[in-house]
């Protein structure tokens, strides 16, 4: 369904993505961040619903349609690291740390901080090109708000 879109995001030369296919390819990520420590439960899937609304101004159906398709395209997309990369080189870095804020915000969502969400976000961090002191400064934002 996706093999399009993932074609002309993982291409040799990616152009930069128009916002529409630039905010599946972050939903699809933060559903991957979500899964990563085995489990998508209720509390992660309203975090990713909520930051959808809020980030995109979209509205409770068309949120809802974004994660659908997100965990669809989260399914069929390439390793986490030529999916990071392919989002690194299509995406502004602005959108790119906003997208390490809304990670940690759903890997927070349950309470706690877990190990593998962890990696997984340093990980992704790195391949977005988002600094250390960015992606700790974000996570700082998310467990203070």
Do not use: C
């Amino acid at each position: 369904m996706f093999a399009d879109f993932l074609k002309k995001l993982t291409d040799s030369t990616p152009e930069t993505l128009p916002q529409e296919d630039a905010r599946l390819a972050l939903t699809a990520l933060l559903v991957r961040i979500a899964r990563s420590d085995g489990h998508f439960d209720t509390e992660e899937r309203q975090r990713i619903l909520a930051i959808a609304r809020t980030r995109y101004q979209l509205s409770e159906g068309d949120a809802a349609a974004l994660l659908e398709q997100a965990e669809q395209l989260e399914g069929e997309a390439p390793d986490t690291v030529r999916f990071t990369r392919a989002i690194k080189d299509a995406v502004a870095y602005d959108d790119r740390l906003r997208v390490i804020e809304a990670l940690w915000q759903v890997a927070l969502a349950d309470g706690e901080r877990d190990a593998s969400e962890d990696a997984i976000i340093r990980m992704a961090s790195n391949f977005l090109g988002v600094t250390d002191v960015d992606s700790a400064l974000a996570r700082q934002r998310q467990e203070e708000g």
